[in-house]
């Protein structure tokens, strides 16, 4: 088959592509990448949880997928909404990356006894309302700084003394392969410091009529990681949030962790429910937690 990859520009978002992409060749299709630029790539000055509604990185590709522009969009599944436009799939999700957290901080701000190894009164840069829960959980003693842009531009501005610390997506940082000697780095625990849901994850999305497209996608999917994710994005979904909701959940064969918080400013609440492959676990997990708001 010929296919028709729709993506962001990023660094990752490219690398994303061009990792699907392999894998679509080496199964004998061809396949050719479009850039596709999204609100999200347009607006860099504010924070995530001051931008209007959701999917903000991901609703041009989805209307260029729709228009038959584009055959394939591969996003980041943390970045999709939980209710598709009608008429897309989710045909295929990928392998998980490692989804932790990872804290990067400059040299000469790093202590031993404190939590997260970062001194006090230290600034620490996201502009994701989740990550800013956790750290008024955690750290409240830190400094928030608001950060925007790729993975590299962030990693550029605490280069150039901007922050003192960033808080990253391991997942990102592993993908690109970026040398990160230059930075204390300490990876924080997915099970205590939760990540978004389905981070790590990438989604292959689809129009939803065309079987042999869909067929041949298929043959990339990861059905643990679809199960795993299935509860993380549930919780996500009857929550009705997005990126600016204050929700981490990670789930293993074991457990789902949750963190929490209806305010990212009043710091976020850790909870762990027992696994269980049912969909009334999500629900369970929602009650629970609005009971707890």
């Not at 391991?170 to 978004?196: C, M, Q, W, Y």
């Amino acid at each position: 088959m010929h296919i028709r990859i729709g993506t962001r520009g990023s660094d990752l978002a490219l690398w994303q592509a061009n990792h699907v992409k392999s894998q679509l060749e080496n199964n004998g299709n061809t396949v050719t990448i479009t850039i596709i630029k999204t609100q999200g790539d347009k607006i860099q000055d504010l924070s995530f949880d001051k931008l209007e509604g959701k999917g903000f990185f991901t609703k041009e590709i989805e209307s260029a997928l729709i228009d038959k522009e584009v055959d394939l969009a591969v996003h980041s599944h943390k970045d999709l909404e939980t209710t598709p436009p009608e008429g897309l799939v989710i045909a295929a999700v990928s392998e998980r990356e490692d989804p932790a957290e990872l804290l990067l901080i400059n040299k000469n701000r790093v202590t031993s006894n404190l939590d997260w190894e970062l001194k006090e009164g230290a600034s620490i840069g996201t502009s994701s309302a989740r990550r800013k829960s956790l750290v008024k959980a955690h750290r409240p003693d830190l400094e928030i700084k608001e950060l925007r842009g790729n993975v590299p531009t962030r990693i550029q501005k605490l280069r150039d003394g901007n922050y003192d610390s960033i808080l990253l997506a391991k997942a990102g940082v592993s993908r690109l392969t970026i040398d990160l000697s230059e930075f204390h780095v300490v990876e924080l625990n997915p099970k205590i410091v939760v990540p978004a849901p389905a981070q790590g994850v990438l989604a292959l999305q689809i129009r939803g009529h065309e079987t042999e497209l869909f067929n041949e996608i298929q043959k990339l999917n990861n059905p643990w990681v679809q199960k795993q994710i299935a509860i993380e994005r549930k919780v996500l979904n009857l929550m009705e949030g997005g990126c600016q909701l204050p929700l981490g959940v990670y789930c293993d064969s074991e457990n789902v962790y949750v963190s929490y918080t209806n305010q990212w400013e009043t710091g976020s609440k850790y909870f762990v429910f027992s696994y269980s492959d049912t969909e009334e676990l999500a629900h369970e997990i929602v009650s629970f937690l609005k009971l707890n708001e």
